[in-house]
């Protein structure tokens, strides 16, 4: 399971990094980038549910969900 908190980790990250490049970075094929790392992380999450029983990795996986809906992650 560590190696699977890893990859979420992971995933999350580079979302994040890539929502918040600049402006004149934000083509075509990074959104499609990302949409794709969602998909893969929605499949993560059905192949490893248990993933959600740690509240770090679900508290990183909301965080990144309510990123790519309103294009920013609440203040904690």
Known sequence: IETWKKVLKRLCTFIDTQLHSSPTHHTREMHSTCVAT????????????????????????CQIIELGISGEKAQV
Not at 38 to 61: A, G, H, R
């Open 38 to 61: 969602y998909n893969t992380l929605v499949t993560l999450i059905i192949e490893q549910p248990t993933l959600l029983d740690d509240s770090e990795n679900l508290f990183q996986l």
